[in-house]
Structure formats: C-alpha cells, structure tokens
Nanobody
Framework: EVQLVESGGGSVQAGGSLRLSCVAS????????IGWFRQGPGKEREGVSA??????ATYYADSVKGRFTITREKNTVVLRMESLQPEDTAVYYC??????????????????WGQGTQVTVSS
C-alpha cells in the first residue's frame, strides 16, 4: 500500500528553524511529484512547496519563498524551514501526485497523503 509519512514537526520560537521529512513507500517516489501543504487553525489548506517530475522543478508559496527550501533524495523529500513565524503554525502534510506540477494549489491533483505533522511557532 502506498504510504507517506511526515516527521520533524514540533514547537519553536519565532525565528527558529525546523526540518520536515516525507518518506514514501509502496511506490516509486521518483515517478511522483511531491508537495507540501499546510492547514492552520481556522484556515483552508494551502500549498507551501512542491518538487515536480520529471524535471525536478521546485515551487514555493510567496509567503515562504526565501525561508523554505524543498529537496529530494531517493524516497525522501525534505522541507527545510527557516525564520519561522507564528503565521507558519499549522499541520503540515506531504502528498504525492502522478502529474507534473507547474504551480501550487490546494492539492486537488495529489492522490496520496501523509498523516500530517504539527508545527507550532510562538512569538
């Protein structure tokens, strides 16, 4: 069965950093684009970052550009988050799509989702 597992969430002070990991199993992760999404309290889900097949192109939401970095190595996709702010507080999800990704959205093209990991940033 296809499975995605996120880890690395936690509580940090504003200005701090976290490293989120998404580990894929049950499918060839090289054949799937991987996106990171988040849903804050009282908010709708939003796309944060993505790395696409087949070309490895990366995408970032304007709100995180320059602070977050997405990378891929084998079956693991990492989201490095720096200069975290309280507005970044959310449950973060990774997801896999069989489509090439050319923009961020709320995740409609993604077929498989992880369970989420909580990120809390205090001021």
């Amino acid at each position: 069965e296809v499975q995605l597992v996120e880890s690395g969430g936690g509580s940090v002070q504003a200005g701090g950093s976290l490293r989120l990991s998404c580990v894929a199993s049950g499918f060839s992760s090289d054949d799937y684009s991987i996106g990171w999404f988040r849903q804050g309290p009282g908010k709708e889900r939003e796309g944060v970052s993505a790395i696409s097949v087949p070309n490895g192109a990366t995408y970032y939401a304007d709100s995180v550009k320059g602070r977050f970095t997405i990378t891929r190595e084998k079956n693991t996709v990492v989201l490095r988050m720096e200069s975290l702010q309280p507005e970044d507080t959310a449950v973060y999800y990774c997801a896999a799509s069989s489509f090439a990704i050319r923009h961020l959205d709320v995740g409609g093209l993604y077929d498989h989702w992880g369970q989420g990991t909580q990120v809390t940033v205090s001021s």
